[in-house]
């Protein structure tokens, strides 16, 4: 909302982000904000940005990367650059659930980006051993906190049902 973050500039001289976790996210008391103040990186920020650009730059090995998100689409570039440094590269959220319909696996209701379909199987085709997916799944019968919940194979799961989170054998691989 622009007016709201013209409203909020208005109480400032300098917009200062330090919150590195929700920078990219087009909100009026972020990027909208920093559309009518100087605006400038925090201490927190910087710190953040130094260690990613270290352990992309000239990782420590083994170099083991987590990686979620709803889309492939919003990270395949880094998806690839990751398969080129890293040893490992874990795949989890809704990202997981489009990699695993990829290979077959019928995930009902689960989020699945279905654009991104062959360029999960292209991507699953190239990484060899470096991706790990989940092997198991938290599932629910709804998107809700009221929702009937199990843990099921990610092969298994039922009609009517979506992959909410990894489960317990995922986390202990």
């Given at each position: 909302d622009p007016e709201l973050a013209k409203q909020m500039a208005a109480l400032a001289e300098v917009y200062v982000n330090d919150a590195f976790g929700s920078a990219h996210r087009a909100h009026s008391s972020t990027e909208g904000i920093a559309r009518f103040l100087p605006a400038v990186s925090g201490f927190l920020m910087e710190q953040e940005l130094e260690y990613l650009g270290r352990a992309v730059a000239n990782p420590e090995h083994p170099y083991i990367a987590i990686l979620g998100g709803a889309k492939i689409s919003d990270k395949i570039l880094v998806v690839e650059t990751l398969l080129a440094k890293c040893?490992?590269?874990?795949?989890?959220?809704?990202?997981?659930?489009?990699?695993?319909?990829?290979?077959?696996?019928?995930?009902?209701?689960?989020?699945?980006?279905?654009?991104?379909?062959?360029?999960a199987k292209k991507i699953l085709e190239h990484s060899g051993t470096k991706l790990i997916l989940p092997v198991?799944?938290?599932?629910?019968?709804?998107?809700?906190?009221?929702?009937?919940?199990?843990?099921?194979?990610?092969?298994?799961?039922?009609?009517?049902?979506?992959m909410l989170d990894v489960g317990p054998k995922t986390i202990s691989l």
């Open positions: 040893d490992k590269l874990i795949i989890g959220g809704g990202m997981a659930n489009t990699f695993l319909a990829a290979q077959g696996l019928n995930m009902q209701d689960s989020l699945v980006e279905e654009s991104s379909l062959e360029t198991d799944a938290v599932i629910a019968d709804k998107f809700d906190a009221e929702a009937n919940t199990q843990v099921v194979d990610v092969d298994k799961i039922p009609a009517g049902w979506r």
